[in-house]
């Protein structure tokens, strides 16, 4: 359970690192694709509604 404790510190001694570009890139075209999803099941369902139980 110390180990708990002591993970706080033992975080704040590393350095913060920048994002790798390519990094950036995934985090990107993650959220784009997401989005995109998102909106072509928003288009899907309002062609080809589900019907109401």
Do not use: R
């Amino acid at each position: 359970m110390s180990d708990l404790n002591e993970l706080p510190k033992a975080l704040a001694e590393f350095p913060e690192e920048p994002l790798l570009p390519i990094e950036k890139k995934l985090i990107a075209g993650s959220l784009t694709l997401g989005i995109v999803l998102l909106v072509v099941l928003g288009i899907v369902n309002h062609f080809l509604p589900v019907a109401a139980l």
